[in-house]
């Protein structure tokens, strides 16, 4: 298996935790959502719609283009500090996006 189609694998990985918990949407926010000039959309968006609406095809996007992947990417200690303890999907997204930043960090090739 590829780089890329383990990426793949831990994209759709969360995607589907997204969808079998009911925080997947049908109906994308409004476009202006996505003009935020703040990290994660923070001001936007809520914590998982960014998952779904920006990092998800955003990265599936590298992928089809063969872009360059980012490196030193973290986004699991952003999420550990925006989902409440209390959050009943914390425990349950934070190991795949955990995976996901060290899939970054890990091998540079």
């Not at 694998?9 to 009911?22: A, G, K, S, V």
């Not at 030193?72 to 999420?79: G, L, N, V």
Request: one cysteine or more; glycine letters at 0%; hydrophobic letters at 45%.
């Amino acid at each position: 298996m590829t780089r890329h189609d383990s990426l793949r694998d831990q994209l759709l990985l969360i995607e589907t935790l997204l969808r079998q918990h009911q925080h997947w949407q049908d109906d994308a926010p409004h476009e202006s959502a996505f003009a935020s000039d703040q990290p994660f959309c923070m001001d936007t968006l809520e914590p998982l719609e960014w998952l779904q609406w920006v990092l998800i095809p955003r990265m599936h996007q590298l992928l089809d283009s063969g872009m360059p992947l980012p490196k030193d990417f973290a986004i699991a200690p952003y999420y550990e500090m925006a989902l409440d303890a209390a959050h009943p999907l914390r425990a349950i997204i934070l190991p795949p996006l955990e995976q996901l930043d060290a899939f970054f960090t890990s091998d540079p090739h």
